[in-house]
C-alpha cells in the first residue's frame, strides 16, 4: 500500500523556485529602472510644446526664404510682396500647428502604449516635429520673388547694354540709337549731311565697329 | 588588456555577483499574483488619467482650429512691419499714395484669405491628427482587451480544470469509500459465515 502524500512533494521545485527568483529579480529592476522612464516620458509627452518647435523652425524659414536676401527696392514698391509674405507664413505656421500636435499625439500614444504592454513608438516626437514640409503658399511666394528679383535684373541689364550702345553710337557719331550717321567728306562739301542708315549698316556698325 | 580585465575595470559592482543573493520566491504563484495586482495599481495610479485624457483630447480637441485666427493676425502684423520698415528704409521707395494704398487694400485682403486659408487647412488637419489619434488609442484598446481576454481565458481554463478535478476525485472518493463498505460487509459475512 501507497504511503500517504506528502505535502513537500508537491511543493515548487529548487528550480522552479530559482526561476521565480530571477524573474521577480528582473521585474523589481524594471519597476526601479524603466517604469520611472516611462513616468517621466508620460510627462514630457504631456507637457512638451512640440507645436512650438515646429513653429520656430517654420518661421525661422519663411523668413529665411523670403527675407534673407535682404530688402530690395522692386520689391518694396509690389503692392503684394508683404500679403504674399503674411500668406506664406499663415500656411507654413498652419502646417507647422499640425506637424507638433501629430508628433505630440504620437509621442503620448506611443508612451500609453508602452505602459499598456502593447507596441511603442521608437521615433521621437520632436525629429517628427522640425520636419515640416514646405507648404505651397511658401513656394509659391518665393516663386514670385524669384520672378520679380529676375525682371528687375532683366530691367536692368536691358538699361544697362542700351546705354552702353547709345553712347558708343554717340561716341562713333552716329545718333543714340544708331538710326542716322553723319556723312564723312574729306572735301567737306557734304559736312553736315546725315544718311539713314540701313539693317545693313545697322549690323555692320554692331559687329565691326 | 585580457577580457577579465576589462570586466573588472568596467563592471566592479556586478563582477562578483552570484544568483544566490537573488531573494528567495517559495511560492511562485503567490508572487506572480502580487505582481500583477501591483502592476494594475501602478497602471490606474500613474496612467489611467493620462489615458482618459488622451481618449477625451482624440475626440474633442480643436486647439489647431483655435490658434489659426489669431495665427493669421499675426503674421499679417508681422508682414506689415516688415513693408512698413522696408519702405522706411528706401525714403518712401518713390511710392504713390495710390501704389500704398493698394498695398494696404492688397495686405486687408491677404489677412481675411489668410484667415479663411488658415480655418480650413486647420479644421483639416485637426480632424485628421484627431481620427489618427483615436485610431491608435483603439488599436492599444484592442490589444488590451486581446490580452485582458487570453489572461481571462488562461484563468478560467485553470478554474474549470481544478473543478473538473475536484469533481473527479470526489466521485473517486465515493467509489472508493462504496468499493471498502462493500468489501468490508463481504468480509463480514464470510467471517461470520452468514
Redesign the interface.
Known amino acids: 500500500m501507497s504511503s500517504k502524500p506528502k505535502a513537500q512533494d508537491y ?2 521545485s529548487e528550480a ?7 524573474a ?2 528582473e ?1 523589481d529592476y524594471f ?1 526601479q529602472t524603466y ?1 520611472p522612464l516611462l ?1 517621466e516620458m ?1 510627462d514630457t509627452a ?1 507637457q512638451e510644446d512640440l ?1 512650438g518647435v515646429a513653429r520656430g523652425v517654420a518661421g525661422a524659414d519663411t523668413m529665411q526664404s523670403l ?1 534673407g536676401q535682404g ?1 530690395s ?1 522692386a ?3 509690389s ?9 506664406a ?3 507654413q ?3 507647422a ?2 506637424q507638433g ?2 508628433a505630440s ?2 509621442q ?2 506611443g ?3 508602452t ?4 507596441a511603442g513608438e521608437a521615433m521621437s516626437g520632436l525629429a517628427q516635429a522640425s520636419r515640416i514640409q514646405n507648404t505651397k ?1 511658401l513656394q509659391a511666394a518665393k516663386a514670385k520673388q524669384q520672378v520679380r528679383e529676375a525682371q528687375t535684373a532683366a530691367a536692368v541689364n536691358v538699361g544697362t547694354t542700351l546705354f552702353a550702345q547709345g553712347a558708343q553710337n554717340l561716341g562713333s557719331g552716329s545718333s543714340f540709337f544708331g538710326g542716322k550717321t553723319e556723312v564723312k567728306d574729306s572735301t567737306n562739301k557734304d559736312k553736315n549731311i546725315e544718311r539713314t542708315n540701313t539693317l545693313a549698316d545697322r549690323f555692320s556698325i554692331g559687329t565691326y565697329g | 588588456m585580457a577580457l577579465a580585465d576589462y570586466s573588472n575595470a568596467l563592471m566592479p559592482d556586478t563582477r562578483g555577483f552570484s ?1 544566490s543573493s ?7 504563484e503567490k ?2 499574483a502580487d ?1 500583477t495586482r501591483q502592476d494594475y495599481e ?2 490606474i495610479q ?2 489611467r488619467s ?2 482618459e ?2 481618449i477625451d ?2 475626440k474633442n ?1 480643436t ?2 482650429i483655435d ?2 485666427p489669431e ?2 493676425a499675426k ?2 502684423e ?3 512691419g ?2 512698413d ?3 522706411s ?2 525714403g518712401g ?3 504713390s499714395v495710390a ?1 500704398r494704398q ?2 494696404q487694400v ?2 486687408q ?3 481675411q ?3 479663411a ?2 480655418l480650413n ?2 479644421r483639416t ?2 480632424r ?2 484627431n481620427q ?2 483615436l485610431a ?2 483603439i ?2 484598446g484592442q ?2 482587451n486581446r ?1 485582458s481576454l487570453s489572461s481571462m481565458g488562461t484563468a478560467s481554463q485553470n478554474a474549470a480544470a481544478k473543478a473538473s478535478a475536484y469533481k473527479n476525485a470526489k466521485a473517486s472518493h465515493t467509489s472508493q469509500m462504496i468499493g471498502m463498505g462493500s468489501s468490508l460487509a463481504a468480509t463480514a459475512i464470510m467471517a461470520f459465515a452468514i
Open positions: 511543493q515548487a522552479e523556485k530559482t526561476q521565480a527568483s530571477v521577480k529579480a521585474k519597476n517604469a513616468r508620460r504631456s507645436g527675407t530688402p527696392l520689391g518694396t514698391k503692392v503684394d510682396q508683404a500679403a504674399d509674405l503674411a500668406s507664413a499663415v500656411g505656421m498652419a502646417a500647428s499640425a500636435l501629430a499625439r504620437q503620448q500614444t508612451v500609453l502604449g505602459a499598456r504592454g502593447q503658399d | 544568483t537573488l531573494q528567495n520566491v517559495d511560492d511562485p508572487a506572480f505582481i501602478s497602471y500613474d496612467y493620462f489615458e485624457s488622451l483630447k482624440a480637441d486647439s489647431l490658434r489659426a495665427d493669421a503674421q499679417s508681422i508682414a506689415q516688415v513693408q520698415r522696408n519702405i528704409r528706401y521707395a518713390g511710392l501704389q493698394q498695398q492688397a495686405n485682403r491677404q489677412g484669405l489668410g484667415l486659408a488658415g487647412t486647420s488637419a485637426q485628421d491628427i489618427s489619434t491608435d488609442l488599436n492599444i490589444g488590451v490580452s
